[in-house]
């Protein structure tokens, strides 16, 4: 195995538990050299934890965190040669984005000559050349978030990690960052760990996705694996958005299972986490999956329309399917006869774009 | 209405709430200050009591012996004063330019016989009584002390007067400032490791370490330095703890010298550089210093650029309070220490309450009032006021 193809970072079965709190249980995780990895969960989930983990600013209290195959569990954060970009930047607020950007290197004992060389070369890659000499308050979100990464990848770190850097700027703001940052991975082609909760975020970002769930990560895949193959229901709600049916198992292949929905119908899909027969599981079923039946359809479910609401593109229903409750239903915006609330339509899915997943 | 007059109304309503505050400062601070700076040139006390040798004494060329008629004033007006008992402010009054004074005049009004009737020439009979009269020199004085202004006492606080100890206040004012530095720098390097201490930990232990903090504000100056008195005393608590554990074998001076009034300036004044710091300090986000390692920052260089900075506001504000109230202690010196370690307001309550001297009171409070708003200034001048934070 050639070096390039080894893990940057790998976690061995590592837990940090407070006091009577288990933030993080027995993970293990590689990180891939030069990927975009997310860490994607709800807040509480581990994902911040396993962050602070890796720059040292948190023990674990058990298990392994190599870099580059080295132990790196005694090793002081500010030994670790990992770049961070904070949830709020943390620029130091009385020095200007230059002396910022030249913090890392000075502390290193780098000549004058070649820091300024350095940090002007940076503030040119993050397109700051002329706001050097600005304090972190006289520049905009935008430019402060870019200050942030500029100083976090000016020592050349091993890896770059992330925390939420775009959760306080604006829907417009945060999209051209998004664009930026990937373009900055692609060009300087460094590793990079992306902490979020917001899941769109996570799929517009990553190369791979890691979906934090009470310390754990329930799936690691790329975006397309992960919204489209969900191994628990957890994820399958997460990522995107699904309408879990209840049923019970009643048969177990190799792959897949089937299901007896509430309304009798038996549903055969494939069944990633292995559920066991006769035990209540969930057909997770995509709202855009879901369309209008023709009429004399014989797999058509009747259903009432309890909303629609108009989005443009698309319109979003809700409907009450008679023996299987509510659905959530995405329809094209160009459909000629837009549904009413209170009317009956009919609605249909086919088994292949299901997933049995069982409740754990 | 209009939006204008309404804005009006809206200003004096509220200018109308803070007016009493302002007539409150403006009577209780502002007017007794300009009062006391007044005071320290006024001097009218000899001309309310002499006023006939004020008269006389206006048209003396002050070159040779002063006529008959003034030296009938003389005496006319300390038989007056002899009468109204005010002779000895008129004594005292004199005294200030040169302590001799004081006892010719004194003793000149005790002396004057009480049948003036008789008496043709007062010039003889003076300097009968005293032969000082004779001389120009008490002439000088009183023509000097005819008021209503004089810079006498100015010029004694300023160590001008050319008397004997003349650099007596010029030693106590240098001596107040080198006492109120030292406090401030213990207080400042005490008071850093309290504050952080103080700003990290959190729940029922961060309530009762900020108790302890707390509690000796709540407690009176007296009593805290009364303590320190027989904590450091010479068989005191701590001298006998010290010889115990055979640290020392004789029991150490701590007690009526600078170290004891260091111990309890520190201590009294403690509280006041650690709750601008501990504020600083709370403030500044955890992830400043995070931010700080993640780029290789060791824990010296986070501290001395990256926290220190942040933090200065607080350290200025607190040392500033220190300094500031240290000049103004009095009872701490006083209880705990020796004769060389009284400082200025000492001998401002000294010369208020015992010498009577209110002049030289006024004068030696305007120039600590001085000495403190320049260097106030200057400190603004090299920190910048926005940074002096609360």
Redesign the interface.
């Known amino acids: 195995m050639t070096r390039e193809q080894t893990p940057i970072v790998r976690f061995r079965g590592v837990t940090k538990t407070y006091n009577n709190f288990t933030a993080v249980q027995s993970l293990d995780l590689d990180i891939a050299r030069g990927e975009f990895l997310t860490l994607l969960g709800p807040s509480g989930s581990g994902k911040t934890t396993t962050l602070m983990l890796l720059t040292g600013f948190e023990t674990a209290s058990s298990g392994t965190i190599e870099i580059d195959g080295k132990r790196i569990e005694s090793l002081p954060a500010h030994k670790r040669e990992i770049g961070v970009v904070f949830q709020n930047y943390a620029l130091f607020p009385h020095m200007s984005a230059a002396e910022n950007i030249a913090y890392p290197l000075r502390v290193r004992g780098m000549g004058r000559a070649e820091v300024e060389a350095e940090v002007a070369r940076v503030l040119a890659t993050v397109d700051l050349a002329d706001k050097g000499h600005r304090r972190p308050g006289q520049l905009s979100g935008g430019q402060q978030q870019r200050v942030a990464l500029a100083r976090a990848m000016v020592f050349k770190p091993r890896l770059i990690v992330l925390d939420e850097p775009l959760g306080a700027l604006d829907k417009n703001l945060r999209e051209q960052m998004q664009e930026e940052l990937r373009a900055l991975h692609r060009q300087i082609g460094i590793t990079m760990v992306f902490v979020t909760h917001d899941q769109s975020e996570a799929l517009t970002l990553s190369d791979r996705i890691a979906v934090f769930n009470k310390g754990r990560i329930e799936q690691l895949d790329t975006p397309e694996g992960l919204y489209r193959d969900p191994c628990t229901t957890f994820v399958a709600g997460f990522i995107g958005e699904n309408n879990l049916v209840p049923g019970r198992i009643e048969a177990v292949g190799s792959v897949s299972a089937s299901i007896r929905l509430d309304n009798g119908r038996l549903v055969e899909a494939d069944a990633p986490n292995r559920p066991l027969i006769g035990e209540r599981a969930f057909l997770a079923l995509r709202p855009e999956r879901i369309a209008f039946a023709e009429v004399g359809d014989a797999s058509a479910i009747p259903a009432k329309v309890k909303q629609c609401t108009y989005l443009g593109d698309c319109y979003r229903l809700d409907v009450e399917a008679e023996g299987i409750g509510l659905l959530k239903l995405k329809l094209s915006g160009t459909i000629p006869t837009p549904p009413v609330p209170g009317n009956m339509v009919q609605v249909k899915f086919s088994d292949r774009e299901c997933r049995i997943l069982a409740d754990r | 209405m209009t939006i204008d007059s309404a804005a009006m109304r809206s200003n004096i309503v509220g200018l109308a709430l803070i007016a009493p505050l302002v007539i409150f400062l403006a009577f209780t601070f502002l007017v007794p200050l300009g009062r006391m700076l007044v005071l320290s040139v006024s001097d009218t006390e000899l001309a309310a009591i002499m006023p006939r040798s004020v008269i006389a004494l206006a048209s003396w060329d002050g070159e040779t012996l002063p006529d008959e008629e003034a030296f009938a004033a003389v005496a006319a007006d300390l038989a007056a004063a002899r009468e109204d008992r005010t002779a000895g402010t008129a004594a005292r009054r004199l005294g200030y330019a040169s302590a001799e004074w004081r006892t010719v005049l004194s003793s000149t009004a005790r002396s004057l016989p009480d049948d003036a009737s008789s008496i043709t020439n007062w010039q003889d009979t003076l300097v009968s009584i005293e032969p000082a009269w004779g001389q120009a020199k008490i002439w000088h004085a009183l023509a000097e002390a005819r008021g209503p202004f004089t810079d006498i006492h100015v010029l004694t606080a300023l160590g001008m007067d050319g008397g004997p100890d003349s650099g007596l206040y010029v030693n106590v004012l240098v001596r107040t400032f080198v006492i109120a530095i030292s406090a401030t720098a213990i207080c400042l390097l005490l008071a850093m490791p309290a504050a952080y201490l103080l700003s990290s930990v959190s729940g029922p232990l961060a309530g009762l370490l900020m108790l302890t903090l707390l509690l000796p504000l709540w407690t009176s100056v007296l009593v805290r330095s009364t303590s320190w008195l027989v904590i450091l005393q010479k068989n005191g608590i701590l001298n006998q703890i010290l010889m115990a554990l055979r640290i020392t074998n004789a029991p150490l001076d701590l007690i009526y010298n600078r170290t004891g009034v260091l111990i309890a300036l520190t201590h009294v004044l403690l509280p006041y550089a650690v709750l601008p710091l501990y504020a600083a300090m709370k403030s500044l986000?955890k992830?400043?210093m995070?931010?700080?390692?993640?780029?290789?920052?060791?824990p010296l260089?986070?501290f001395f650029?990256?926290y220190l900075?942040?933090v200065l506001p607080g350290l200025s504000a607190g040392g500033l309070m220190v300094f500031i109230l240290a000049l103004g202690y009095y009872i701490t010196p006083l209880l705990l220490g020796g004769q060389g370690d009284q400082m200025l307001p000492f001998y401002i309550a000294y010369n208020t309450l015992q010498a009577l001297n209110w002049g030289l009171a006024a004068s030696l409070a305007g120039g600590l009032l001085i000495v403190t708003v320049i260097l106030y200034l200057l400190y603004v001048r090299l920190v910048g006021v926005e940074r002096v934070r609360v």
């Open positions: 986000p992830s400043q995070q931010a700080s390692r993640s780029l290789g920052g060791g260089s986070g650029r990256v900075p942040q």
